[in-house]
Each structure stands twice: as structure tokens, then as C-alpha cells.
T-cell receptor
Framework: DTAVSQTPKYLVTQMGNDKSIKCEQNLGHDTMYWYKQDSKKFLKIMFSYNNKELIINETVPNRFSPKSPDKAHLNLHINSLELGDSAVYFC???????????????FGPGTRLTVL | GNSVTQMEGPVTLSEEAFLTINCTYTATGYPSLFWYVQYPGEGLQLLLKATKADDKGSNKGFEATYRKETTSFHLEKGSVQVSDSAVYFCALSEHTNAGKSTFGDGTTLTVKP
């Protein structure tokens, strides 16, 4: 059984379009995250939700909007896509409630976004 | 703020060589420390972790010891295999701030037969 799944795995689109990436976890975790990994493999956190509530919102353009319909899902919607948005986007989850900090994060397989 | 500094890569070794990937950190409190591994085309997965000073994490022949006095968490393996070729990330997670994690820049390891 896949613990953290993302769809789609690949996404190729034109500049200016709007797209969404979906993430689901079946681990019963309370916290979910979105990360962006650039071509040099640098990993940057974008957002984190705990029980559907936004708890981390890094410096990310407001074209990026996360949505958590329930604690098992965290989707990422991107408006007006730009060339610089091309990257691999990873969803992750952890059991940790705020402040615990010891829990492992479980990552999805990634979505490779290419903006042409 | 918190930060994690990893040894720059890429690192290329021959099979059965000894591996060390250095990792040092700065944090305001007493974080938990992690090593994650990313195999080609996949997401990150936990390799090992340590939650307090002097703890040693180990898995698949890899190990790392949480050294508070030197703020380090160096990854070691005595004899690497071709299948260890991957990107390795050192990370810390605070016991505050919603458990937010800070990742290093990753070190790419290539092991040649």
C-alpha cells in the first residue's frame, strides 16, 4: 500500500496556465507538507498543515495556494505558472503534532512539473 | 534561525570504500537529527535518526552519532556498494515551531564498481 501518493507524476504545461497537484496519505498522520526541489536537488519547504490548519507558510509567491479538505489530503494549486516554477514538488506527512519534532517525515514520489 | 551545513558534493567512491559525509547544524534548542536518502527518481526516505545527544542512529550499515559538543551528525559507512548511489540529506527538526524541519543542501554520492 502506498503511504503517501501524489498525482500526477509528471506535469508539462505552458506558461500562464493554472494547475493542481494532489496528495493523499493513508498513514493517519496529522501533519502534511509541500516541498519544492530544484534542479540542483535543493529542498525547500513551502507549506505545512496540521489537522487541516495551515501552520507553516514560507516565502512563496501567492500564486501557490495549498488546500486541505481533510487531514489525509493536501493539494497544491498553482496559478499563472512561470518558467521558474519548473521543479519537482514533494508532498510529505508526519505524525508529529506541533512542537514534538522527533517524527520522521514520509515523502511521496514527487511530481515533476515542467513549464514551457 | 536554524541551519544545516553538509559536505559539498558530488562524492565519488569505489565499491567497498569508506564513506563519510559531514553534517553540522545550528539550532536554538535541542533538535532531533535525521539523515534521509533519495534514490534516483524517488522521494526522500528516512535512513536513520537520533533524538538526543550521544544517540547513535544506524540502518543498512550506515551510522551517525548526535554530537552536541561539536553540533555534528556525520554519516558513515564502512564499505559502500553501488546500490548506495543516491543523494543524502541531513536534516534537523526542532521541538518547537510545529516540528518544522530544516534540510541541508544534499550530497550526491556515486559508487563505482
Amino acid at each position: 500500500d502506498t503511504a503517501v501518493s501524489q498525482t500526477p507524476k509528471y506535469l508539462v504545461t505552458q506558461m500562464g496556465n493554472d494547475k493542481s497537484i494532489k496528495c493523499e496519505q493513508n498513514l493517519g498522520h496529522d501533519t502534511m507538507y509541500w516541498y519544492k526541489q530544484d534542479s540542483k536537488k535543493f529542498l525547500k519547504i513551502m507549506f505545512s498543515y496540521n489537522n487541516k490548519e495551515l501552520i507553516i507558510n514560507e516565502t512563496v509567491p501567492n500564486r501557490f495556494s495549498p488546500k486541505s479538505p481533510d487531514k489525509a489530503h493536501l493539494n497544491l494549486h498553482i496559478n499563472s505558472l512561470e518558467l521558474g516554477d519548473s521543479a519537482v514538488y514533494f508532498c510529505a506527512s508526519s505524525q508529529s503534532p506541533p512542537g514534538l519534532g522527533t517524527d520522521t517525515q514520509y515523502f511521496g514520489p514527487g511530481t515533476r512539473l515542467t513549464v514551457l | 534561525g536554524n541551519s544545516v551545513t553538509q559536505m559539498e558534493g558530488p562524492v565519488t567512491l569505489s565499491e567497498e570504500a569508506f564513506l563519510t559525509i559531514n553534517c553540522t547544524y545550528t539550532a536554538t534548542g535541542y533538535p532531533s537529527l535525521f539523515w534521509y536518502v533519495q534514490y534516483p527518481g524517488e522521494g526522500l526516505q528516512l535512513l536513520l535518526k537520533a533524538t538526543k545527544a550521544d544517540d547513535k542512529g544506524s540502518n543498512k550499515g550506515f551510522e551517525a552519532t548526535y554530537r552536541k559538543e561539536t553540533t555534528s551528525f556525520h554519516l558513515e559507512k564502512g564499505s559502500v556498494q553501488v546500490s548506495d548511489s543516491a543523494v543524502y540529506f541531513c536534516a534537523l527538526s526542532e521541538h518547537t515551531n510545529a516540528g518544522k524541519s530544516t534540510f541541508g543542501d544534499g550530497t550526491t554520492l556515486t559508487v563505482k564498481p
